[in-house]
């Protein structure tokens, strides 16, 4: 069984090097070329890595821009090293997801930026009232994550996800504005 | 007094039903854990059963002696995720509390999976206060999946819920 690298090294309490949120645009597709044609890095994600720079502009252009929330993580040098987003389920909910590139993967870097969004997104967005992730049962390095920042562990789904033609049980999480963040 | 269960039956909502319809569905105690609205006339029953019930993917009155008290719908999601569908039912309140409903899934869940046969997944959000329908889930032999917080949003309300799910891979295979 493949083993996910981000599993194997100890995830630090607080990230080795700083990061900020910004939003993306297209000057950024050569970083976003990294990690969105790192197979380790959309192994969980719904998408196929991207398979030239044209198709990575396309998506920039048709899903990254247009796009509620979605911000890029950055090293102090403001190069884009993975995004975070969240999108509206109804009214009431939205559903973070994020990507990192494979080199920044056990720095704490996903934990601090899913911490920063869960600090403030209840602010930019008052209407929300749940903030929710799912996980693949077998992605253990994004459950930690979650777990470090303080998001509740609902349950198993089964069946819930369709994953690149694969039927799979997922994990589903739960932040509020009135939980506390770890 | 026993309710003799071989008397409830499921088919789909005729025209006809409106007057039946209409009895169960102008309840609140019946209609409020539910996104229906709560009828108030035989016309809007009637137009709701043309217009929602006939076309529905699969919807079934719940019927005792062939006379309407209830209803069950399951639901299929689009594209990607129609391999699931939600499950939701109600049913008369004076035939609350004799197993009715718990029978009518039972024999709706075999015929929903062969009706329905790109359906791998039955889900049902109950509220956390409804222990009769999680009984009802729970002796059918559905599981409960956990608590999803302030996960459904009805008639201005938010509310925490149980998630249960049935498998048609759960389904022991006929001997």
New interface residues.
């Given amino acids: 069984m493949e083993i996910d690298s981000c599993t194997l090294k100890a995830v630090s309490s607080s990230p080795s090097e700083k990061i900020h949120l910004r939003p993306m645009t297209l000057s950024d597709i050569d970083d976003f070329m990294v990690w969105a044609t790192d197979i380790n890095v959309t192994r969980f994600c719904t998408w196929e890595p991207c398979t030239s720079r044209e198709a990575g502009i396309a998506y920039i252009n048709s899903f990254v821009l247009p796009h509620p929330w979605l911000r890029a993580i950055c090293l102090d040098d403001d190069r884009a090293i993975g995004s975070i987003s969240v999108t509206p389920v109804d009214s009431i909910r939205g559903e973070i997801g994020y990507v990192i590139g494979s080199k920044y993967w056990g720095k704490g870097i996903a934990t601090e930026a899913v911490r920063l969004v869960a600090a403030e997104i209840f602010k930019e967005k008052p209407e929300m009232e749940r903030l929710e992730a799912l996980v693949d049962v077998d992605n253990i390095g994004s459950q930690k994550v979650l777990e470090k920042v303080g998001f509740v562990r609902e349950g198993v789904m089964r069946k819930f996800m369709c994953l690149k033609g694969n039927v799979r049980d997922m994990v589903m999480f739960s932040f509020l504005p009135s939980d506390s963040l770890l | 007094m026993e309710t003799d269960l071989s008397r409830v039956t499921l088919r789909p909502f005729s025209l006809t039903d409106a007057h039946d319809f209409l009895r169960w569905a102008s309840d609140v105690r019946v209609t409020g854990n539910l996104r229906w609205q709560t009828f108030t006339s035989e016309e809007e029953a009637l137009v709701f059963i043309r217009d929602v019930c006939l076309p529905h993917p699969w919807r079934r009155s719940i019927c005792i002696d062939d006379r309407s008290i209830g209803f069950i719908s399951v639901f299929p999601e689009t594209g990607?995720?129609r391999?699931?569908a939600h499950i939701g039912y109600g049913l008369s309140h004076e035939y609350w509390g004799k197993g009715i409903a718990t029978r009518a899934v039972s024999i709706a869940v075999p015929q929903v999976f062969n009706d329905l046969p790109h359906v791998?997944?039955l889900?049902a959000f109950v509220q956390t206060q409804n222990k009769a329908s999680q009984r009802v889930l729970e002796k059918v032999g559905f599981?409960r999946?956990?608590?999803?917080?302030?996960?459904s949003?009805v008639k201005g309300e938010?509310h925490d819920v149980f998630?249960y799910?049935l498998?048609s891979s759960d389904l022991l295979p006929l001997p």
């Fill in positions: 990607d995720d391999f699931k791998l997944r889900q599981q999946e956990g608590l999803l917080r302030k996960y949003y938010i998630v799910s498998l």
